[in-house]
C-alpha cells in the first residue's frame, strides 16, 4: 500500500499531470476533446475551479488549476471528469485504441480491450491511468516555470517545431494577454520547473 499524501491546500493553484491508461493515444481525437470540454463544464458548474494553464496531448495532458478560497478538493474535480469522459466515449474510444493497437502491433491486446479484475471492482475504464500527479505551486516563480513548461511542452515532445504551432492549448491566450510573445520558445529552451512533468 502507498504511503503518498496529496497537499490538499484550500484556495490553492496545483499542476497536473493526468494520462491515458497503457499510454494509449486517443485524448486528441475530436470525440475526446468535445467529452474532455463539457465534463470540465459540468463539474465546474457544481465544483467551481479556474484553469490558469493547459496542455492537451494523444496521450497525456498537463494543467494548472486555482481552486475557490474555501475549497482544496481537486481529486474529486479529477474523478467526476473522468468519469464523464469514460461514460460518454469509452466504447467509441475503446474502438479507436484497439485499432491504433491493431495496426501498430499487429494484433489486440487483452489489456485494450477487457479491465483486470481490479479496475472491474472499481468500475474503472481502461481509458485513464489511476492516479495523476499533483504539484502545488509555491509562489509566483513556481507558477511562471510550470506554465512555461506547460506552453513548451508540444516542442520538448516533438510535436511542433514551436509553441504556436500546436493547436490543443492556452499558449494563444497568453500570447494574446500578453505574457508571451508568439516566437516565444522558438530555437531557444526556455528554463521550465525541474520537477514539473512527471508524465
Known sequence: ????????????????TVVT???RPWLCTERARNSLRMAIQEVRAKRP???????????HLHCLWELPED???FSV????IKARVSRDCAETLEETVVGIAAYNVGCVSDSVTHRNASRSRRRESN?????????????ERDYAAHCDYIHYNPVKHGLSKSPGDWPYYTFHRFVTQGIYD?????????ETAACAGKE
Open 1 to 16: 500500500m502507498s504511503n503518498y499524501k496529496r497537499n490538499f491546500l484550500p484556495g490553492g493553484t496545483f499542476f497536473f
Open 21 to 23: 491508461h497503457g499510454r
Open 49 to 59: 475551479f479556474t484553469i490558469e494553464a493547459w496542455v492537451l496531448f494523444p496521450d
Open 71 to 73: 475549497d482544496h478538493d
Open 77 to 80: 474535480r479529477w474523478r467526476l
Open 127 to 139: 481509458l485513464w491511468q489511476r492516479r495523476f500527479w499533483e504539484h502545488t505551486i509555491r509562489d
Open 182 to 190: 508568439m516566437g516565444w520558445g522558438t530555437g531557444v529552451d526556455p
